[in-house]
């Protein structure tokens, strides 16, 4: 593993816990209820019919609440990720721009310095081509 892997994706890390965290939690009280509930109708508590009301407790709130909030904070986010014309197109014209510019003044230095700008702020390989163009502008 990359020693920055952690540091990279600590959001997602940081999420991840809480999401075991509170499925754990959950779990756990759900048994300790359960219990109470078969000591109250004088029943000794069974692991099978906990595991189905668990399950289906579980997989209510997922669908209710997770899915929808997954979809709605990564879906969007992803899909402006992944470049939706109205999300990039603004971002690649002002680097495409900005790299015009350092051409002009560095010469040919240029293409070290931009390459050298996009790995310090992670941007491999290039800038994104807006609309499937080329950086020159060609299909």
Partial sequence: MKPGIFKKYAYAWITA?????????????????????????????????????????TFENWQSEFLQLLWQVVGLAYFLYIGSPSSKENDDRLEAKIDKLIELQAGA?????????????????????PHGKTSEGRE
């Avoid at 700008?117 to 081509?129: P, S, V």
Wanted: glycine share 12%; hydrophobic share 40%.
């Fill in 17 to 57: 816990g809480f999401f075991l965290v509170s499925i754990l939690l959950h779990w756990m009280f759900g048994w300790y209820a359960f219990v109470d509930e078969a000591r109250e109708h004088g029943q000794s508590p069974e692991m099978s019919g906990y595991l189905i009301e668990m399950g289906r407790d």
């Fill in 109 to 129: 230095k240029a293409k070290g310095m931009i390459e050298d700008i996009d790995e310090r702020y992670l941007r491999h390989h290039g800038h994104a081509a």
